[in-house]
Every structure is written in C-alpha cells, then in structure tokens.
Nanobody, 121 residues
Framework: QVQLEESGGGSVQAGGSLSLSCAAS????????MAWFRQTPGKQREGIAV???????YYADSVKGRFTISQDNHKNTLYLQMNSLKPEDTAMYYC???????????????WGQGTQVTVSS
C-alpha cells in the first residue's frame, strides 16, 4: 500500500503563491488516482483537484484557474501549485490516493497527514 506525506504548507498573503508536495512511498503513484483535498474546522473535507494516469485533471470551481495538480512519476510525488491565493483558501490540505477514481469525493483509501495553508488578507 502507498504511504503519503505532504509538505510545502505555510503562511502567505492574499494574492501570493504556494506549492505543495505529496511524497509517496511503498508503491508507485502512476497506478493510482491522486487527489488533493482541504478541510477547515467544522466543515467537510472538500475535494479540490484530482488527476488520473491518462493525464486528465479535474478541479473544484472554487480553485479552477488558480490551482494546478501535477505529478512526477519518477519522483513518485504529487504537486499542487496554488496561485492567486485568497483568505478563504486557508485550510489543512491533504493528498489522497486510490486505485478507484472517485473524482472529488472523499472516498479515497489512502491519505496523508496534511499540511496547513494560511492566507492572510
């Protein structure tokens, strides 16, 4: 099974950018559907970006045009480039993996521990 570890979170001012990484071990991500989710206290986990092995990507409307999901199969790492950040993007960000494509639904089997992103106005 795959293990996932996010990094790259931090604090940034509105309008800024951050790049998150999700390093995988134990298995190769090229055989999984990979996704990014985020969650704030008291709210449900929100799917924001997903990619599949064919290179197809899907985004939540809330991040479309600002965030980009990508993966480097040689480095076995998933990325999320976040531009034009807004205060409402503040959340804990998680990467997820599964052999079944759940798109943006939070039904993925494997999850990282999360990395905090804070956007100040």
């Amino acid at each position: 099974q795959v293990q996932l570890e996010e990094s790259g979170g931090g604090s940034v001012q509105a309008g800024g950018s951050l790049s998150l990484s999700c390093a995988a071990s134990g298995d190769t991500i090229s055989t999984y559907y990979m996704a990014w989710f985020r969650q704030t206290p008291g709210k449900q986990r929100e799917g924001i970006a997903v990619g599949d092995s064919d290179g197809q990507t899907y985004y939540a409307d809330s991040v479309k045009g600002r965030f980009t999901i990508s993966q480097d199969n040689h480095k076995n790492t998933l990325y999320l480039q976040m531009n034009s950040l807004k205060p409402e993007d503040t959340a804990m960000y998680y990467c997820a993996a599964d052999r079944v494509g759940y798109l943006l639904h939070p039904w993925y089997k494997y999850w990282g521990q999360g990395t905090q992103v804070t956007v100040s106005s």
